[in-house]
T-cell receptor
Framework: RKEVEQDPGPFNVPEGATVAFNCTYSNSASQSFFWYRQDCRKEPKLLMSVYSSGNEDGRFTAQLNRASQYISLLIRDSKLSDSATYLCVVNPSYGKLTFGQGTILTVHP | DAGVTQSPTHLIKTRGQQVTLRCSPKSGHDTVSWYQQALGQGPQFIFQYYEEEERQRGNFPDRFSGHQFPNYSSELNVNALLLGDSALYLC??????????????FGPGTRLLVL
């Protein structure tokens, strides 16, 4: 079983749509959780950290369920500029980040 | 504020050769981590350096080795290159004793093609 699993997609949605990405992780000792965004042929960039209580940053909402070892990212009112690969990331031990394979999102006019 | 820099940006090598990739961390950071990202996959952790020592290592063979210099910059060396080593190599920097040391900033990467 992979340490971090994501639906690779691709997700193709129209502008203005709401889209949700899901992720599961296997290491119950993991302490920190993140969503990174990666544009084509670029480096990953931190989109948001994920906290147990859930957190929101503008159009983006992240949720964490430790009991189910499940993380989600919700994007509301999708923009063309949201098109990218979204990487679910878990911190299983000090300093090490474990990435999922990424979910491809394409937002079309 | 200088971000993470990596060199070279692209590299072509043949099987069996050796390669050295370089990384300078973000200003104020003291820790460098290296990741390998194959096409269509997420980055995979290779190792992390702090205080010029390898602190953690992922599931990579001994052909992959590294070094950190007193100025915190780092090198990744890969010996006896295989076709499967073709990938984007990412360097990430962080501050070891920061409140959230897992927050890492990535450089633009080095694209390695092994023929």
């Amino acid at each position: 079983r992979k340490e971090v699993e994501q639906d690779p997609g691709p997700f193709n949605v129209p502008e203005g749509a709401t889209v949700a990405f899901n992720c599961t992780y296997s290491n119950s000792a993991s302490q920190s959780f993140f969503w990174y965004r990666q544009d084509c042929r670029k480096e990953p960039k931190l989109l948001m950290s994920v906290y147990s209580s859930g957190n929101e940053d503008g159009r983006f909402t992240a949720q964490l369920n430790r009991a189910s070892q499940y993380i989600s990212l919700l994007i509301r009112d999708s923009k063309l500029s949201d098109s990218a690969t979204y990487l679910c990331v878990v911190n299983p031990s000090y300093g090490k980040l474990t990435f999922g394979q990424g979910t491809i999102l394409t937002v079309h006019p | 504020d200088a971000g993470v820099t990596q060199s070279p940006t692209h590299l072509i090598k043949t099987r069996g050769q050796q390669v050295t990739l370089r990384c300078s961390p973000k200003s104020g950071h003291d820790t460098v981590s290296w990741y390998q990202q194959a096409l269509g996959q997420g980055p995979q952790f290779i190792f992390q350096y702090y205080e010029e020592e390898e602190r953690q290592r992922g599931n990579f063979p001994d052909r992959f080795s590294g070094h950190q210099f007193p100025n915190y910059s780092s090198e990744l060396n890969v010996n006896a290159l295989l076709l499967g080593d073709s990938a984007l190599y990412l360097c990430a920097s962080s501050l070891y004793l920061a409140p959230r040391p897992e927050t890492q900033y990535f450089g633009p990467g080095t694209r390695l093609l092994v023929l």
